[in-house]
């Protein structure tokens, strides 16, 4: 677990540490000390805009960030432009690719009035060489260049910048040592992710997780229990353990452990009211771990199981290892032992070669499995994965009509799950002020349904009951029943 005391008693002036996290502990000290004589010569506190895109990863990824480049003097600010503009980008589909040139063009003018500020470009899409090359070549003025393996070095490829006034280009192909005890910074003081494993060794045919985050490791079980437990006493009631696929988690340790093993130990602790995970395998979906869902009772009733396609035939293509069948089978068995459970998914359309029959078993398990909610996206092609060299790629009117359908058969059930809750009493954390109206508080269900309450900042961070009272299709207005 991080203790600042550990940061503290690295010396500045003696070798530098050849040890984790020793070495990025010197380092950020030196990056404070620059970073007092720099605001001086700035004359204002240094500010910093850290901007994510994609996945709860690199939500994750970016508050590790957040707390680094706090420590060393820079205060966050919303606004996009600051004196250190990290994107910490996702190349999962090629419009997030797309939305960070658009930003970067913005951010050049910027620069050239103030030289001093600092910009960086870390994350997924760092992992992909073309992309690196495109920076390399046509964006001369970001600084700072790394990718999804070796984020835990900021404060040193930050530090090694300012000394050499050159631009840093660091991205590894691999992941080396997973590295503990680093700071973190939550966005929320109550919840916060949790990273169970790294990486992704299934190569679904469409995408590019295994290209740019690597083959799959398993964080140590102690590692994260101690880290959970350390939040826990800082206040964090529901945590989300992070993974691209935590079902197969553990597989790779010294002393191999399931993931339901280490979903009960998490269970056990104290002071802990809430555990969520992402994203589940539907192939690793073991009976153990169903059993140890309905065993534990600080587990939500929330599964996110990504189905992708109803087509077995495309199924097989997307190298996903399970039927349409199979799939059903699954969610039959999760909910006969779990009646309650909330289901939601993922789902691409117009992958290559779907057919109007194909796409009509996406449509038939959606009226079937009933998901409570899902995202749904338009197949991209992306560079590398073998579904890019495929034939028969859909045109894309066809997609867009097929898309629009998809998504009113969803929109239709997932309204009437969410009215079929109207009027029940449930357990909701209360997590910020409504973005629209400050009168509200905005708040989760177990099955992480949404819900507006009238209230104040006060009931922040609590799990209180909340009466269901009106359904607006995809959230509901609540009230707290207050039995203080
Ligand atoms: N095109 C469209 N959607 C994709 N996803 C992953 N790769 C692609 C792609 N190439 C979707 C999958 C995955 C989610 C995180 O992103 O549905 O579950
Ligand atoms: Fe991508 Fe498949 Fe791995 Fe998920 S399981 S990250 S979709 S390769």
Same mark, same amino acid.
């Given at each position: 677990m991080f203790d600042k005391k550990n940061l503290e008693a690295v *010396? =500045? @002036?003696g070798d530098v540490p050849v040890t984790e996290p020793e070495r990025q502990y010197y380092y950020m000290k030196k990056c404070r000390q620059w970073a007092e004589e720099e605001t001086i010569r700035a004359g204002h506190s240094l500010t910093m805009s850290i901007q994510t895109l994609g996945c709860q990863m690199n939500a994750k990824d970016s508050e590790k960030m957040t707390a680094i480049l706090e420590y060393i003097g820079y205060e966050e600010t @919303?606004?996009? =432009?600051? *004196?250190f503009v990290l994107y910490n980008t996702c190349t999962v589909r090629e419009n997030a690719n797309l939305k960070i040139y658009g930003r970067l063009g913005y951010l050049k003018n910027h620069k050239k009035k103030n030289p001093a500020m600092k910009i960086a470009i870390c994350g997924c899409m760092m992992q992909e060489a073309d992309e690196v090359e495109k920076i390399r070549k046509s964006y001369p003025f970001v600084d700072l260049v790394f990718g999804t393996h070796n984020i835990y070095k900021l404060a040193e490829l930050l530090y090694t910048q300012i000394q050499s006034e050159r631009r840093i280009m660091d991205v590894w192909e691999e992941a080396k040592e997973i590295v503990e005890d680093l700071p973190g910074k939550r966005k929320y003081p109550f919840k916060t992710g949790v990273n169970i494993m790294f990486g992704c060794n299934n190569f679904c045919s469409y995408c590019i997780v295994p290209y740019v985050r690597g083959r799959e490791r398993s964080r140590e079980p102690e590692d994260i229990l101690e880290e959970i437990r350390g939040l826990v006493a800082d206040g964090v009631v529901e945590i989300m353990l992070l993974g691209q696929n935590v079902n197969s988690y553990g597989k790779t340790l010294k002393n191999p452990m399931t993931f339901a093993e280490l979903l009960r130990k998490v269970n056990e602790i104290e002071g802990l009211q809430r555990i969520r995970f992402m994203t589940s395998h539907p192939k690793d979906l073991s009976g153990e771990l169903i059993e140890a869902m309905k065993d534990c009772e600080k587990v939500c009733t929330h599964l996110h199981l990504p189905l992708q396609s109803g087509s077995s035939v495309i199924l097989e293509k997307m190298n996903r290892k399970y039927t349409k069948e199979k799939y059903l089978e699954l969610v039959e068995q999760i909910r006969e032992k779990m009646p309650d459970i909330s289901l939601t998914t993922d789902i691409i359309v117009g992958f290559p070669g779907e057919t109007e029959e194909d796409f009509e078993e996406t449509l038939d398990v959606v009226r079937k499995v009933r998901y409570d909610s899902a995202y749904t996206f338009i197949y991209s092609k992306r560079t590398g994965t073998p579904a890019a060299a495929m034939e028969n790629q859909v045109p894309e009117e066809v997609v867009k009509e097929r898309f629009a359908r998809l998504l009113k058969e969803i929109q239709t059930i997932s309204a009437e799950i969410t009215d079929s809750r109207v009027s029940q009493t449930v357990p909701v954390l209360m997590e910020e002020i409504n973005e629209q109206d400050d009168r509200l508080i905005t708040g989760r269900l177990s099955n992480n349904a949404v819900v507006h309450v009238p209230g104040d900042a006060d009931l922040i961070g609590k799990i209180l009951p909340v009466r269901l009272e009106e359904s607006k299709g995809f959230y509901y207005m609540g009230q707290v029943m207050n039995d203080e």
């Amino acid at each position: 677990m991080f203790d600042k005391k550990n940061l503290e008693a690295v *010396d =500045v @002036n003696g070798d530098v540490p050849v040890t984790e996290p020793e070495r990025q502990y010197y380092y950020m000290k030196k990056c404070r000390q620059w970073a007092e004589e720099e605001t001086i010569r700035a004359g204002h506190s240094l500010t910093m805009s850290i901007q994510t895109l994609g996945c709860q990863m690199n939500a994750k990824d970016s508050e590790k960030m957040t707390a680094i480049l706090e420590y060393i003097g820079y205060e966050e600010t @919303n606004e996009p =432009v600051a *004196d250190f503009v990290l994107y910490n980008t996702c190349t999962v589909r090629e419009n997030a690719n797309l939305k960070i040139y658009g930003r970067l063009g913005y951010l050049k003018n910027h620069k050239k009035k103030n030289p001093a500020m600092k910009i960086a470009i870390c994350g997924c899409m760092m992992q992909e060489a073309d992309e690196v090359e495109k920076i390399r070549k046509s964006y001369p003025f970001v600084d700072l260049v790394f990718g999804t393996h070796n984020i835990y070095k900021l404060a040193e490829l930050l530090y090694t910048q300012i000394q050499s006034e050159r631009r840093i280009m660091d991205v590894w192909e691999e992941a080396k040592e997973i590295v503990e005890d680093l700071p973190g910074k939550r966005k929320y003081p109550f919840k916060t992710g949790v990273n169970i494993m790294f990486g992704c060794n299934n190569f679904c045919s469409y995408c590019i997780v295994p290209y740019v985050r690597g083959r799959e490791r398993s964080r140590e079980p102690e590692d994260i229990l101690e880290e959970i437990r350390g939040l826990v006493a800082d206040g964090v009631v529901e945590i989300m353990l992070l993974g691209q696929n935590v079902n197969s988690y553990g597989k790779t340790l010294k002393n191999p452990m399931t993931f339901a093993e280490l979903l009960r130990k998490v269970n056990e602790i104290e002071g802990l009211q809430r555990i969520r995970f992402m994203t589940s395998h539907p192939k690793d979906l073991s009976g153990e771990l169903i059993e140890a869902m309905k065993d534990c009772e600080k587990v939500c009733t929330h599964l996110h199981l990504p189905l992708q396609s109803g087509s077995s035939v495309i199924l097989e293509k997307m190298n996903r290892k399970y039927t349409k069948e199979k799939y059903l089978e699954l969610v039959e068995q999760i909910r006969e032992k779990m009646p309650d459970i909330s289901l939601t998914t993922d789902i691409i359309v117009g992958f290559p070669g779907e057919t109007e029959e194909d796409f009509e078993e996406t449509l038939d398990v959606v009226r079937k499995v009933r998901y409570d909610s899902a995202y749904t996206f338009i197949y991209s092609k992306r560079t590398g994965t073998p579904a890019a060299a495929m034939e028969n790629q859909v045109p894309e009117e066809v997609v867009k009509e097929r898309f629009a359908r998809l998504l009113k058969e969803i929109q239709t059930i997932s309204a009437e799950i969410t009215d079929s809750r109207v009027s029940q009493t449930v357990p909701v954390l209360m997590e910020e002020i409504n973005e629209q109206d400050d009168r509200l508080i905005t708040g989760r269900l177990s099955n992480n349904a949404v819900v507006h309450v009238p209230g104040d900042a006060d009931l922040i961070g609590k799990i209180l009951p909340v009466r269901l009272e009106e359904s607006k299709g995809f959230y509901y207005m609540g009230q707290v029943m207050n039995d203080e």
